[in-house]
């Protein structure tokens, strides 16, 4: 018997314990009835414990044993007696949060066929961010009609019903989608906005499960997958992004819906500083370069040791040291290994190839930009 479809807000029950056994993966009970929600329809399980004179034990997850309407398996943290009886009790919050996932995305299904013509062919309510999958290629006006309509359904504030009906009477429902199952169907009712064959748990009324917010879309095999929000999860995401926005906007004196045109602005000097740095360091090098090849050892600014060594790699036929302040070095000329011993009697560390680069400790500077160094 499964409990959760009679009532879908209850959360204790008793039960007894029908089958009990154990594997190497893990150990499992079948109840002689449950509000334990098996894994299905894109929906995840539910979780919660299971007490009795043994003890508690936890529900890790629940599936179904074999295709549809076989027996729910409890996943359990500990084995349990087979013949016993229960009291179990579901994790609410987690439920109540996979209730509005769900129902949000019948309404949203229903928002979709009728905005765009759009036909849902899978889901996923995995995490807080949800998926439907359609078989059609979406347009994003038509995704934003959807997402209208769906809050529209929210705050009509329609109540939602389940029901089963037989095969023969199956005819007379004007479904979204046909059922999954054969014998009879239990039909899901939302007001009379949306009508689907559906085995999940579903919120009492459509007001429960808003705002709805469509995040974004993007192809997927050949139709299109449109990512959601729905309920607290889509509060706590608004909640995350203000308090960002807000923090930003903060930060630049303006308002959080006008914050693009300081980052704008911040963007254009950036591009502006790093043309202007380019070019004072090419000047730079430039007016370094005459020194640098009479001199042979000479202090320069870290920022343009490299390019310097790179311009001096033309005079290969002759030894220089450039250090930066910061004790920072380039080595370059034939006898740069010998060199670098001397630099390494310093404290010095590097290494490479046609250019050495490395670094040696700042109070040794004035030592290393000895001429004696390199002669
Ligand atoms: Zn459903």
Redesign the pocket.
Known sequence: MRLYQRDSYATRFQAQVVRAWSDEKGHYAVLSETLFYPES?G?PADTGVLKGAFGEVRVLHAYEEGKAFGDVVHVLSAPMPEGVEVEGEIDWPRRFRHMQR??A??LLSQALLRAGGYHTVAVSLDGPICTVDLEEEAEEARLQEAEALANFAVYADYPVEAFFVSQEELAQYPLRRPPKVQGKVRL?RIGDFDL?A?????LKTSAQAGPIKVLRWERYKGGSRVHFLAGWEALEDYHAKHALLMRLALGFSTHPLDLEKPIQKLREELYALKGENLALRESLVQALLPRALEEGVLLVPGPILGELAKRLLEWSGRDFLLVSPEGRFALLGPRRQEILERLKALGAKGGGKEVVQGSLPKDKVAAALDPGLVS
């Not at 559906?198 to 579903?202: A, D, F, L």
């Open positions: 329809g929906q769900h129902t995305q019948h899901v689907a559906c085995g999940g748990t579903h």
